[in-house]
């Protein structure tokens, strides 16, 4: 948990999105699928535009996985103040996830729910890419945070690093599709966005 560092964002789209929001039109949505592993907010690829264009890529190929299918791969660069951030990368934000998580689970069994699950994504997926517990945990965590009566500043972000696809060579634990993504709760903390080069 860290205030004020700036890092520059991709977000993958459709090109007629991108471009209402370069144009100053639009703002991009956040997004608020109870799988999404950092919770609800707008996701960006962290200094990745190659990721982001591969995942624009990857929604136009199959347009049942969107709200709104992607015709036209883009890609969106954004300047992102990551300000009072979550960031699953360091000690401090981890333990206040584990004790959300903990608080979280305690709740579910007092009323006699089964707390959600992470699951596959498709038929392979080792990834469990539908991630409903971590999403619940981590929106969990951030409503204890504006609960808190102490007076602690709500997340404006949250930045996790994410191991995803197979071993880059054999016997690694480096895998192929590593990244680090951030998820912006506060659309101001998106201070201007850019059409990169890629």
């Known amino acids: 948990m860290y205030a004020s560092a700036f890092v520059l ?31 609800h907010g707008i996701y960006f690829w962290e200094n990745s535009p190659k990721r982001a264009r591969h995942w624009a890529e990857f929604l136009a190929s199959r347009p049942t996985k969107t ?64 991630r409903k517990l971590d999403c619940a945990v981590i929106n969990y965590a951030h409503a204890l945070r504006e609960d808190d009566e102490d007076g602690l500043n709500p997340f404006d972000s949250v930045r996790g690093a994410f191991a995803e696809g197979e071993p880059l060579y054999a016997g690694a634990k480096i895998m192929a599709k590593t990244h680090i993504q951030v998820c912006v709760r506060k659309p101001s903390s998106i201070r201007g966005y850019f059409r990169p080069i890629i």
């Open 9 to 39: 964002g991709f977000h993958g789209c459709d090109e007629s999105v991108g471009e209402k929001v370069l144009a100053g039109k639009d703002h991009l949505k956040p997004s608020a699928n109870d799988y999404d592993w950092l919770g």
């Open 67 to 130: 709200k709104t299918p992607i015709k036209r791969p883009f890609v969106l660069g954004a300047v992102i103040d990551l300000g009072n951030c979550l960031d699953l990368t360091e000690a401090a934000s981890l333990a206040f996830v584990r004790r959300s998580y903990d608080d979280m689970k305690m709740g579910f069994e007092t009323i006699g729910l089964d707390l959600p699950k992470n699951e596959p994504g498709a038929k392979g997926d080792e990834d469990l890419l539908k």
